[in-house]
């Protein structure tokens, strides 16, 4: 039967990307930006212009249908060769070579988008094609085979995540000369050794129920390149923990995969011998199809950890695998059926495996810290984890259902710290902004839900990162710091806790040491939240380096386009530039965004806590047009 809301039909699926994307934007982010924009409103001509609709085009991609495998062909090699003439018009450090899957098969659609494993498919193929090529599956290629004038080179079947069967894989030719041409590549045969393991794997699983681990030495899949990395591989074992999927149609359970993959992030970067990638980094992965390899090679580690959550007769299925993209291959894989209240117990089973597999030695104190999460509560740990994402919307909004959400935790859990030190960052922030009824009053509720936190839980970094915060904004710079160093020490590995303290350091006159800080938190989090990119773009003009302060804060602005520090921000360094016209222009976006903005409060809000930083920043604000 067909649910409600829901449409399957069969379609030609294009999946496209722009082959190391990821270091364009880190070589020149502005100049990467212009270029992928162009070439996105380019492509979406050209797959318009053959009766195709682009259902998703977020960063580098480009997802497609297609009402037939013609028109998708047809459309791809159009696009390959527009993008190939522009290419030829452009530097070649500024070049996009875009690589291009298209696959036939079964997808669903809903309010405008598409699911479904045609569209996994897709995206798998398309990371099998070259820089400017095409690959196409098996039903592809019999319905073009003989009707256009390019050739196909059959490369086999290939595996792809959570699809049972191999996928046959054509490559397209597009040079003129092999129009008509096939190329044909014998299969292989299995060998009898890997399918008696796969048997053993099977009925291991069938009579043991849970908890499935293996080791392979083979190659599995094609290993990620260090010369292809975006950033240099650290030099310790550096992990990417993967958002966990959903699999089940309990849209709740978003919530608790959501809340996995976070304190599973955070217990394994209290380890100071691993590096491991944020949260915030990998979240635009989540719920698209992922390849092993690109999530490696964009954010320079070795290991990924991927996993999914299903509901299966009344208890949670988690299924954790650990990777290791330069060989390939994976490590172990588990599965753990469990009942709900029973995932803190998970977590530390995971969190265990991970650092055997990663052959990291723990002192027992390190490892007794590194399972700790502070609360056995369902309610209260799913709470918190919503609660997170109200407070990072760094709306007054926001702050309000952050500060409910927060309080039915810590009501759901007393003896929790993080909810009680989180209610201080609410406090914080509204001081900040001037948002409370009394800022003196805010910081003092702060000051004591903070110190009682850390009281709570010595070892938990929050605590001291917004106690910190709340001595900032009364200019006590140096216990501030002082703070924010411990919250860091605590946490290495912890986006917040280094950019935190580099925001400090900036705000009282530190900001040599404050851009270094936050060059080590980018690289933490290579897809970093956009508030990292301001306020680095702020320390980067103090120290004199301004044009690329104006990149920091395009970047910034790309990622948050409606909030207004970044764009006062670039008008203070435009006018400083002595780019007036720019900086008019960044000024009424600044009018348009808040039409009772004043250089006099947007400084009181971020002030640098020096009289005559402040001064000409607002001077310059002033002189580029806004109220004073």
């Keep these: 039967m067909e649910s409600k809301g829901f449409n399957r039909k069969l379609s030609a699926i294009l999946s496209a990307d722009v082959k190391g994307y990821s270091k364009l934007m880190g070589d020149d982010e502005e100049s990467t930006i212009n270029t992928i924009t162009r070439y996105r409103s380019i492509i979406t001509g050209l797959i318009e212009k053959h009766d195709g609709r682009v259902v998703d085009a977020p960063g580098d991609n480009v997802l497609a249908e297609f009402g037939s495998s013609l028109h998708a062909l047809l459309g791809a090699i159009e696009i390959q060769r527009t993008v190939a003439t522009e290419n030829d018009r452009l530097p070649e450090n500024l070049r996009m070579d875009f690589r291009i899957g298209i696959n036939l098969g079964d997808i669903i659609h809903k309010d405008d988008r598409i699911y479904g494993e045609g569209v996994n498919i897709a995206a798998r193929i398309e990371n099998l094609a070259d820089p400017g090529g095409i690959c196409v599956s098996r039903g592809v290629f019999e319905q073009v085979e003989g009707k256009l004038d390019v050739g196909f080179s059959y490369l086999g079947q290939h595996s792809v995540k959570n699809i049972n069967k191999p996928v046959n894989i054509y490559k397209v030719l597009l040079d003129p000369k092999d129009a008509g041409r096939i190329v044909s590549t014998p299969e292989t045969k299995t060998p009898t050794r890997t399918w008696l393991a796969v048997a053993i794997v099977a009925l291991v699983i069938a009579v043991g129920g849970a908890g499935v681990w293996y080791r392979q030495s083979r190659i599995e899949f094609e290993p990620a390149s260090v010369d292809k990395m975006a950033y240099p591989l650290p030099d310790k074992p550096s992990i990417a923990v993967l958002p966990f999927d959903n699999l089940s149609d309990n849209a709740k359970l978003d919530f608790f995969a959501s809340g996995l993959t976070e304190d599973l992030t955070a217990a394994l970067s209290k380890a100071p011998g691993l590096f491991v990638i944020s949260r915030s980094s990998v979240a635009a992965y989540k719920g698209k199809p992922v390849d092993i390899k690109r999530v490696a090679e964009e954010q320079g580690v070795q290991y990924v950890l991927e996993g999914s959550i299903q509901e299966a007769v009344g208890k949670l299925r988690i299924t954790a695998r650990l990777v290791d993209a330069l060989q390939g291959r994976h490590l172990w894989a588990d599965r753990f059926d469990r009942q709900a209240s029973d995932i803190f117990a998970l977590q530390d089973d995971i969190v265990k495996h991970v650092i055997?597999?990663?052959?990291?030695?723990?002192?027992?104190?390190?490892?007794?810290?590194?399972?700790?999460?502070?609360?056995?509560?369902?309610?209260?740990?799913?709470?918190?984890?919503?609660?997170?994402?109200?407070?990072?919307?760094?709306?007054?909004?926001?702050?309000?259902?952050?500060?409910?959400?927060?309080?039915?935790?810590?009501?759901?859990?007393?003896?929790?710290?993080?909810?009680?030190?989180?209610?201080?960052?609410?406090?914080?922030?509204?001081?900040?902004?001037?948002?409370?009824?009394?800022?003196?009053?805010?910081?003092?509720?702060?000051?004591?839900?903070?110190?009682?936190?850390?009281?709570?839980?010595?070892?938990?970094?929050?605590?001291?990162?917004?106690?910190?915060?709340?001595?900032?904004?009364?200019?006590?710079?140096?216990?501030?710091?002082?703070?924010?160093?411990?919250?860091?020490?605590?946490?290495?590995?912890?986006?917040?806790?280094?950019?935190?303290?580099?925001?400090?350091?900036?705000?009282?006159?530190?900001?040599?040491?404050?851009?270094?800080?936050?060059?080590?938190?980018?690289?933490?989090?290579?897809?970093?939240?956009?508030?990292?990119?301001?306020?680095?773009?702020?320390?980067?003009?103090?120290?004199?380096?301004?044009?690329?302060?104006?990149?920091?804060?395009?970047?910034?602005?790309?990622?948050?386009?409606?909030?207004?520090?970044?764009?006062?921000?670039?008008?203070?360094?435009?006018?400083?530039?002595?780019?007036?016209?720019?900086?008019?222009?960044?000024?009424?976006?600044?009018?348009?965004?808040?039409?009772?903005?004043?250089?006099?409060?947007?400084?009181?809000?971020?002030?640098?806590?020096?009289?005559?930083?402040?001064?000409?920043?607002?001077?310059?604000?002033?002189?580029?047009?806004?109220?004073?």
Excluded: C
Excluded at 361 to 380: F, H, K, M
Excluded at 453 to 470: C, R, S, W
């Design 356 to 628: 055997v597999e990663l052959q990291v030695e723990l002192t027992q104190g390190a490892a007794a810290r590194i399972a700790s999460r502070g609360t056995d509560n369902l309610e209260a740990w799913l709470l918190r984890v919503e609660a997170y994402g109200e407070f990072y919307k760094f709306t007054r909004e926001g702050m309000i259902r952050a500060r409910e959400l927060y309080e039915a935790a810590h009501q759901a859990d007393p003896g929790w710290s993080r909810p009680i030190a989180s209610l201080a960052s609410v406090n914080w922030y509204e001081a900040k902004r001037g948002w409370s009824n009394s800022r003196e009053a805010a910081i003092e509720s702060g000051m004591a839900r903070a110190q009682r936190a850390i009281k709570m839980d010595p070892d938990e970094p929050l605590g001291y990162q917004t106690l910190g915060n709340l001595y900032a904004l009364r200019g006590e710079a140096e216990r501030a710091i002082e703070l924010r160093r411990k919250a860091a020490e605590l946490a290495p590995n912890d986006l917040v806790a280094v950019a935190g303290l580099a925001t400090r350091l900036k705000d009282f006159g530190g900001e040599q040491e404050a851009v270094r800080l936050f060059e080590q938190a980018m690289r933490l989090s290579p897809k970093h939240p956009w508030w990292v990119s301001s306020a680095y773009g702020v320390a980067l003009h103090l120290v004199g380096r301004k044009e690329d302060a104006v990149a920091a804060f395009k970047k910034a602005i790309a990622l948050k386009p409606n909030n207004v520090h970044p764009h006062a921000f670039l008008t203070v360094v435009y006018v400083d530039i002595d780019r007036m016209s720019d900086a008019k222009s960044a000024a009424e976006e600044v009018k348009r965004l808040n039409p009772n903005f004043t250089a006099a409060g947007f400084m009181k809000s971020y002030s640098l806590h020096d009289p005559e930083r402040d001064a000409l920043f607002r001077d310059l604000l002033v002189r580029a047009g806004l109220p004073g």
